[in-house]
């Protein structure tokens, strides 16, 4: 494929469905700009920037960062170049508050989003999955916090991008490879152009 597609995608998952494998996969595959909010708080957490300071206190309880820090974040990148290319928005928006807010500031620069694909994977094996990698005791409990702010916080926003009949859902169960073609399926192929 050559040069960038523009397209705007907001990539949606629990954590440990294989949401970090399949992402690096697509931005490859799009030419898009990475808007991955984890990376810029794990980067402003080592910079000792004063919103890594806070930040840091919630995500070491697995808790979502405030959103306000969040949207003075994101408005920020979206002000870069590089975004005109398209976006692909990893772990962002987490709340319905962000997503209400993305909206605003994507409507604002004329370049709404395309598609909101949700990788799905059953609860037990996400469970399977996050213990596999963590470690102590502590680490679990961390993991167990993580997925219910999934639960009660980001998984709503499905319900959000539903109404406006943009969701994609790929099923996350199987190899990278089978999972990523899967993703290339809906992307040729949108919902909207199928129902029509
Ligand atoms: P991630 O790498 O996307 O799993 O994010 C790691 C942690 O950063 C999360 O558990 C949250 O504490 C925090 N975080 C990342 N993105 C957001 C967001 N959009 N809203 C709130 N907190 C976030």
Redesign the pocket.
């Known amino acids: 494929m050559g040069g960038p597609t523009r397209m705007r995608i907001v990539f949606v998952g629990p ?1 440990g469905a294989g ?2 494998t399949q992402s690096l996969r697509l931005l490859n595959y799009l030419q898009i700009p990475h808007i ?7 980067r402003a957490i080592a910079e000792h920037t004063p919103s890594g300071r806070i ?1 840091e206190q ?2 070491n309880k ?6 306000d820090l ?1 949207l003075t974040m ?1 408005s920020q990148r979206l002000d870069l170049p590089d975004c005109e290319d398209g976006a692909l928005f ?6 319905v508050p ?1 997503a209400e807010a993305l909206t605003a500031m994507l409507d604002q620069r004329g370049t709404p989003l395309d598609m909101v694909i949700e990788l799905r994977v059953p609860d037990a094996e996400v469970i399977r999955r996050m213990m596999a990698r963590g470690r102590s005791d502590d680490r679990e409990e961390i993991v167990a916090e ?1 997925i219910r ?1 999934y639960w009660n916080q980001t998984r709503p926003l499905l319900d959000f991008y539903e109404h406006r009949g943009i969701v994609e859902s790929v099923e996350g169960l199987g190899t990278p490879d089978e999972v990523f073609n899967r993703i290339k399926r809906v992307l040729a192929q949108p919902k909207q152009c199928r129902q029509s």
Do not use: I, N
């Not at 991955?36 to 794990?42: C, K, N, P, V």
């Not at 697995?62 to 959103?67: H, I, R």
């Open positions: 954590p949401k970090g991955s909010t984890g990376d810029m708080l794990r930040a919630y995500m697995g808790l979502l960062v405030p959103d969040m994101v990893d772990g962002f928006p987490r709340t962000q993580r702010a």
